[in-house]
């Protein structure tokens, strides 16, 4: 029998709702085996980040050789990189490794509204990371972001800037609607050939703490057990609703708690 296993390179969250803990939370959730490779420390709780400790970026190429050279690694998934040493770092690994899917969440701006990627490592962000993506999973605010536009308003404009994050080099783009508004929130998957809109009703809970840490962690579990792109997007919209869903059966801290990752069993 041959285990999944999927490689979560992110920064850690001190409080256990999102980043590494997260991602780890879920890969277990959905049946895979967690590896991790920590970019950063913070100081982090439900009401915001208070402060972040860099991993030296030869460190994190170590802990990236150190899981390639003995794990058989099914998916990665990016998240946190804080800084463009670390992206320099990571961007080498990955080549000298060549994994076969790399899910890219270009995480800039924590839940709280803190920002966890210096202003300087965004171009980097595009040049160095987005090429070896499979997919990239931006909210709409990162992807404006990327691509230093204004947030897209309609559906026409998040779909054009889709596309033109497709023409950085990944393979696909999963722009997130979490941050829109109306009754359902949508994602569209942009690919070469298409753009598949896939809509759940928007869940009103102020419990959205590593939301997207775990969407993109959720594709790359999918990934790692053999599904394709749209199979393994489709189930981890699905399980992120359902999680997002779950959520007001805890009371973790004061201000935006977790989701529920293991909601399919408590």
Same mark, same amino acid.
């Given at each position: 029998?041959?285990?999944p296993v999927? @490689?979560? =390179?992110a ?5 256990g709702?999102a980043g590494?803990?997260?991602? @780890?939370?879920?890969?277990?959730a959905? *049946?895979?085996? *967690?590896?991790s490779v920590i970019?950063?420390l ?7 980040v208070?402060?972040?400790?860099p991993v ?7 802990q ?9 690694i099914?998916?990665v998934k990016?998240?946190?990189v804080?800084?463009v040493a670390s992206?320099d ?7 000298r490794w ?7 969440d ?5 839940t ?6 210096a202003?300087e490592?965004?171009?980097?962000l595009?040049?160095?990371l987005?090429?070896l ?6 909210? @709409?605010?990162e992807?404006?972001?990327?691509l230093?536009?204004?947030v ?5 404009e998040?779909e054009?800037q ?5 023409? @950085?080099?990944?393979?696909?783009v999963l ?6 508004e109306?009754?359902?929130?949508i994602?569209?998957l942009?690919g070469?050939?298409s753009?598949i ?6 869940i009103a809970?102020?419990?959205t703490h590593?939301t997207?840490c775990?969407?993109?962690?959720a594709?790359?579990? *999918?990934l ?5 792109l749209?199979n393994?997007?489709r189930?981890?919209?699905?399980? =992120?609703?359902a999680? =997002? *869903?779950a959520?007001?059966?805890f009371?973790?801290g004061h201000g ?6 293991f909601h399919?069993?408590y």
């Open positions: 029998m041959t285990t999927a @490689l979560t =390179i920064g850690s969250d001190s409080s709702g590494i803990q997260a991602d @780890l939370k879920t890969f277990a959905l *049946g895979v085996y *967690g590896a970019t950063a913070t100081a982090q709780n439900t009401r915001g208070t402060g972040i400790h030296p970026a030869a460190f994190v190429a170590g990236i050789d150190a899981v390639f050279s003995d794990l058989d099914g998916a990016i998240g946190m804080a800084q992206i770092a990571i961007a080498a690994a990955l080549s060549a994994p076969r899917h790399v899910v890219l270009p995480v800039m701006v924590a709280s509204g803190d920002r966890l990627l202003a490592a965004v171009d980097a595009r040049t160095r987005i090429p993506a499979a997919v990239i999973t931006p909210n @709409l605010p992807a404006a972001a990327l230093d536009e204004p897209a308003a309609s559906e026409a998040i054009s889709g596309r033109r994050l497709l023409a @950085l080099g990944c393979r696909a722009v997130k609607g979490g941050h829109g109306g009754a359902e929130s994602d569209y942009v070469a050939d753009t809109a896939l809509a759940a009703p928007r809970t102020r419990n590593g997207g775990s969407l993109s962690s594709i790359a579990a *999918g790692a057990r053999g599904e394709d749209e393994a997007v189930n981890a919209k699905a399980w =992120i609703s999680a =997002i *869903g959520a007001d059966r009371s973790v935006h708690g977790p989701i529920h990752h399919r069993f």
